[in-house]
């Protein structure tokens, strides 16, 4: 079973800051994808940044500028450095993980977090 244990929401000023923290447990071979998701109230699940092992980070039309995603990779972590925050903003914040889980099978599983609030409200 792998879990994905996310911090860092909560209550911003519009322009201020917030940094999303992501860490990835159990029992994990290699992860293939970590990223970020948020939802807002009546509307579907959108991708924030998207960060394939291997590869390039992309971010929503909407973050681009403003949001930063990393990684660290010992510590199967990612962040999200949320810079200059919009009431727009304004979601459940969703950790998403692609991973194999063994050596022996080759399979793929994905795993989300169970979200983090954050709210961005003069």
């Known amino acids: 079973q792998v879990q994905l244990v996310e911090s860092g929401g909560g209550l911003v000023q519009p322009g201020g800051s917030l940094r999303l923290s992501c860490a990835a447990s159990?029992?994990?071979?290699?992860?293939?994808?970590m990223g970020w998701y948020r939802q807002a109230p009546g509307k579907h699940r959108e991708l924030v940044a998207g960060?394939?092992?291997?590869?390039?980070?992309n971010y929503a039309d909407s973050v681009k500028g403003r949001f930063t995603a990393s990684r660290d990779n010992a510590k199967n972590t990612v962040y999200l450095q949320m810079n200059s925050l919009k009431p727009e903003d304004t979601a459940v914040y969703y950790c998403?993980?692609?991973?194999?889980?063994?050596?022996?099978?080759?399979?793929?599983?994905?795993?989300w977090g169970q979200g983090t609030q954050v709210t961005v409200s003069s």
């Open positions: 998403y993980a692609v991973v194999r889980v063994t050596s022996t099978q080759d399979v793929q599983s994905e795993y």
């Open positions: 159990g029992r994990i071979f290699r992860v293939h994808f």
């Open positions: 960060m394939p092992t291997g590869g390039n980070t």
